[in-house]
């Protein structure tokens, strides 16, 4: 507009203004219009154009609680005109009066201050006729004012119009999330209807806009996309259907990372028969979610190789030095050679950051796997099973770190469309890759089960037990290595969590063959079971795997009534959790907790003993970190049975010490 390039204006407003809904734009385009309209030597001709310039922009945008200076650019354009005659005066009067009855139906925000205007014009138009004609509007006003008010005590005075460019989860300073909360409100005084609107369809006009200019602040927040697609759905959804369509792939070019929306419009090309569209939808999120896949895992390779190399040049500098030393006669240099730590640790920064990063690979590998398990029942929903195998063969050549679930899924999926056969096949392919996967095992014995192969089952039991035990212990093993910095400490902390899991699993699995046996079983295994499962967890209760075996569906008999806990039966219970509750609730007598009581078998203060019991057990700080970078390698403190803290050596050593005075 500046340098006068009135095709490109136009071009631009033809691409914008139909799919967008904003003021201070339509008083742009008005703005143009006049400018290239001029009433003075266009006439009438001029003057018409401009105002159907002003009555598209009031229909589009004229409901905002903003659009008061549109309006009073409409009004002052109308007062501006001089009439030639008495008929086009009272043309002018009649247009304006039009235009202020449908300016003060609006909550805009300085309506006391329209209303004031218009009932002194009335009066200079008409004394005589001027209560009559604000009479008609003085109900509707009250409406509108009484809503402003309510609107700004809704938003609080705190929406913000302009468009956030970040989502829920870069949402550090929770901005996002209030400014979501507040248009939610706004749209919950909308449904309210209290301008009492008696048309349904003016109601469903001011909810839509209010959705279109909350999706146009937050357009990052898929959630709103999704409500405001199902808004639309409900009001008719066959007729708004390819304009909901059309609405979620606007909001999948904003948010192209996003599970519901994509969910959402699969679906609705699924239900159009239109699924070539709907698995696209699917290869585009997988797309998306794979390359950052492969970001990441790219990321944890540099950080490793380069500490590698580090590692590497370390040692060669090592060498270089015991070279130099072995040519010293000067036995002193011997002595401080063997206490150096040639192994090279992680960076605290190093440490923490591939510890986030492994966090971020694991949850985009389970998301990958689900996303290809919807695409394969999509599939099989609208195609048939022929093609659901086809996706089940493209993901697994496609995505090699696919998931446990998507071989669960694809073999139950088998064996409900009656492929025993397959499905059995299917989980003995996952045994391949998942025979350490407790949740995987789990999932295959429900199979088992269900189908009712005994042999197969004790089998399954064995050797998941097994190889999950074998795991465990190597683990157990690597856990026991050195920790030379609050870096390392921190990666070992995530590795002890993953053990505990593994440890769960090996408790589950026991506990489901075990419930398993005592229905189809005999005793004397079930006794077996309860001694194994004693021998790996000595810790703990043995009435827990008891109850467990006893329970019900809905009620657990033995933990409800005689042990008086919680009734937990309905739900899976966390191995973990549940020991960690029970040594709460029953804490015994060790060097952690306080005395107990010789008369109620109880802890003299049990609150404190609580407490102790909840608070975590950080006790190594930043000074313990720095002493223990410095220490050597435990291998130098000779064989590997030499490595952990003997007591019996300390105590000997103190009793072989002198006599040391006091003074």
């Known amino acids: 507009m500046n340098r006068g390039e009135f095709q490109e204006v136009e071009q631009l407003f033809s691409k914008c203004l139909p799919i967008t809904d904003h003021v201070e734009l339509c008083r742009l385009y008005v703005s143009y219009v006049r400018r290239t309209n001029d009433v003075i030597t266009g006439g009438e001709k001029a003057r018409g154009i401009v105002v159907q310039a002003f009555e598209f922009a009031v229909t589009k945008v004229g409901i905002d609680i903003s659009s008061g200076d549109l309006w009073n650019d409409y009004l002052d354009f109308l007062k501006a005109w001089t009439p030639a005659a008495t008929w086009e005066q009272q043309q002018k009067t009649d247009l304006i009066r039009r235009v202020y009855k449908r300016f003060l139906v609006i909550p805009t925000e300085k309506i006391e201050q329209v209303w004031s205007t218009y009932t002194k014009w009335e009066n200079e138009v008409n004394a005589s006729t001027a209560n009559k004609f604000i009479a008609e509007k003085s109900s509707e006003f009250m409406d509108a004012?009484?809503?402003?008010?309510?609107?700004?005590?809704?938003?609080?005075?705190?929406?913000?119009?302009?468009?956030?460019?970040?989502?829920?989860?870069?949402?550090?300073?929770?901005?996002?999330?209030?400014?979501?909360?507040?248009?939610?409100?706004?749209?919950?005084?909308?449904?309210?209807?209290?301008?009492?609107?008696?048309?349904?369809?003016?109601?469903?006009?001011?909810?839509?806009?209010?959705?279109?200019?909350?999706?146009?602040?937050?357009?990052?927040?898929?959630?709103?996309?999704?409500?405001?697609?199902?808004?639309?759905?409900?009001?008719?959804?066959?007729?708004?259907?390819?304009?909901?369509?059309?609405?979620?792939?606007?909001?999948?070019?904003?948010?192209?990372?996003?599970?519901?929306?994509?969910?959402?419009?699969?679906?609705?090309?699924?239900?159009d028969n239109t699924i070539n569209k709907a698995t696209e939808t699917y290869d585009n999120l997988i797309t998306f979610l794979t390359n950052d896949y492969n970001n990441i895992n790219n990321q944890i390779e540099s950080i490793t190789n380069r500490e590698l190399n580090n590692k590497n040049q370390e040692e060669n500098t090592g060498e270089e030095n015991n070279n130099e030393n072995d040519d010293s006669d000067n036995d002193d240099n011997d002595d401080d050679d063997s206490f150096k730590n040639p192994t090279f640790q992680l960076s605290e920064e190093d440490a923490l950051l591939l510890s986030k990063l492994q966090e971020k690979k694991d949850e985009l590998n389970k998301a990958i796997t689900l996303v290809y398990t919807?695409?394969?029942?999509?599939?099989?929903?609208?195609?048939?099973?022929?093609?659901?195998?086809?996706?089940?063969?493209?993901?697994?050549?496609?995505?090699?770190?696919?998931?446990?679930?998507?071989?669960?899924?694809?073999?139950?999926?088998?064996?409900?469309?009656?492929?025993?056969?397959?499905?059995?096949?299917?989980?003995?392919?996952?045994?391949?890759?998942?025979?350490?996967?407790?949740?995987?095992?789990?999932?295959?014995?429900?199979?088992?089960?269900?189908?009712?192969?005994?042999?197969?089952?004790?089998?399954?039991?064995?050797?998941?037990?097994?190889?999950?035990?074998?795991?465990?212990?190597?683990?157990?093993?690597?856990?026991?290595?050195?920790?030379?910095?609050?870096?390392?400490?921190?990666?070992?902390?995530?590795k002890n969590k993953e053990n505990i899991k593994k440890k769960n699993c090996i408790k589950k699995l026991i506990k489901?063959?075990?419930?398993?046996?005592?229905?189809?079983?005999?005793?004397?295994?079930?006794?077996?079971?309860?001694?194994?499962?004693?021998?790996?967890?000595?810790?703990?209760?043995?009435?827990?795997?008891?109850?467990?075996?006893?329970?019900?569906?809905?009620?657990?008999?033995?933990?409800?009534?005689?042990?008086?806990?919680?009734?937990?039966?309905?739900?899976?219970?966390?191995?973990?959790?549940?020991?960690?509750?029970?040594?709460?609730?029953?804490?015994?007598?060790?060097?952690?907790?306080?005395?107990?009581?010789?008369?109620?078998?109880?802890?003299?203060?049990n609150k404190d003993a609580v407490q102790n019991q909840q608070q975590p057990q950080n006790f190594v700080g930043n000074t313990i970190y720095n002493l223990l970078r410095v220490l050597p390698n435990s291998s130098y403190f000779g064989p590997p049975s030499d490595h952990l803290f003997n007591n019996t050596k300390l105590v000997e050593l103190f009793g072989n010490l002198p006599n040391v005075p006091t003074e």
Not at 522 to 539: A, M, T, V
Not at 573 to 601: A, H, L, M, W, Y
């Open 145 to 271: 004012r009484s809503w402003n008010t309510e609107w700004h005590n809704a938003t609080e005075r705190l929406l913000r119009r302009e468009v956030i460019p970040i989502g829920i989860h870069n949402d550090n300073n929770n901005l996002v999330h209030t400014q979501l909360q507040l248009w939610y409100k706004w749209i919950a005084l909308e449904r309210e209807n209290k301008l009492n609107l008696k048309d349904d369809s003016s109601v469903q006009q001011r909810i839509e806009y209010v959705y279109k200019q909350a999706i146009m602040a937050l357009p990052f927040v898929p959630e709103l996309w999704f409500k405001f697609n199902k808004f639309w759905l409900r009001s008719n959804e066959e007729a708004n259907s390819n304009k909901c369509i059309e609405l979620l792939n606007e909001a999948l070019v904003l948010n192209p990372r996003s599970y519901l929306l994509t969910f959402q419009l699969s679906e609705m090309y699924e239900k």
């Open 374 to 494: 919807k695409l394969m029942m999509a599939c099989k929903r609208s195609r048939g099973i022929k093609d659901a195998r086809g996706i089940f063969k493209q993901a697994r050549n496609s995505f090699e770190a696919i998931g446990y679930e998507f071989y669960v899924e694809n073999a139950l999926m088998e064996y409900h469309s009656d492929n025993l056969k397959t499905a059995s096949k299917i989980f003995e392919l996952g045994m391949k890759h998942f025979k350490k996967q407790g949740e995987f095992l789990l999932a295959y014995l429900d199979f088992l089960i269900m189908i009712n192969k005994g042999e197969s089952i004790k089998v399954l039991f064995e050797q998941g037990l097994t190889a999950l035990l074998q795991d465990v212990n190597i683990e157990n093993e690597n856990l026991n290595g050195d920790i030379t910095s609050g870096a390392n400490m921190r990666l070992q902390e995530s």
């Open 512 to 605: 489901k063959f075990s419930r398993y046996q005592s229905v189809y079983g005999d005793l004397d295994l079930i006794k077996s079971l309860d001694s194994r499962y004693e021998e790996y967890f000595p810790d703990d209760d043995s009435i827990e795997l008891f109850s467990d075996r006893y329970r019900g569906h809905s009620i657990d008999v033995i933990k409800h009534f005689d042990l008086g806990k919680e009734d937990t039966s309905h739900e899976e219970i966390d191995t973990g959790q549940e020991t960690k509750r029970r040594k709460i609730q029953n804490p015994t007598v060790d060097e952690f907790t306080p005395e107990v009581s010789n008369n109620n078998n109880q802890p003299t203060n």
